[in-house]
C-alpha cells in the first residue's frame, strides 16, 4: 500500500488526522474501529511522537472514540467555529507515542 507520508520527516513533526462519519452510520462504532486502524497503522508506518484530533463539542460520538483509542483532551478553543448557524467550541486532544 503506498502513502503520502515520508519516513525522512523529522519526529518531531506533530501528526493529526481528521474524520467524519456519516450520520447513517452513527452508533455503529465505525469511528472508533476507524481510528483504531489509524492510529495502529501510523505506529507501524510513521515515527510519530505525537498524534492531534480536533472535535466539535456537538460531536459526542467522536470525543467518546477519541478516548476510546487514547486520546487526551489538551485544549478547549472557545467560539472557535460556526457549524450549522451555531457558534461552537472545538476541544483538542492528543496520544503520545514514540517509535522505538
Not at 69 to 89: P, S
Request: proline content about 3%.
Amino acid at each position: 500500500m503506498q502513502h503520502r507520508f515520508s519516513k525522512r520527516e523529522p519526529p518531531e513533526c506533530p501528526t493529526s488526522f481528521l474524520s467524519w462519519v456519516a450520520e447513517y452510520h452513527w452508533g455503529k462504532e465505525v469511528a472508533i474501529n476507524t481510528m483504531k486502524l489509524v492510529v495502529d497503522w501510523a505506529r507501524q508506518h510513521l515515527d510519530w511522537v505525537r498524534l492531534f484530533a480536533m472535535c466539535f463539542e456537538s460531536d459526542i460520538g467522536l470525543q467518546k472514540a477519541l478516548k476510546k483509542n487514547g486520546f487526551q483532551l489538551e485544549e478547549i478553543r472557545q467560539k472557535a467555529v460556526i457549524k450549522q448557524g451555531i457558534v461552537q467550541m472545538i476541544g483538542c486532544a492528543s496520544r503520545s507515542h514514540r517509535k522505538m
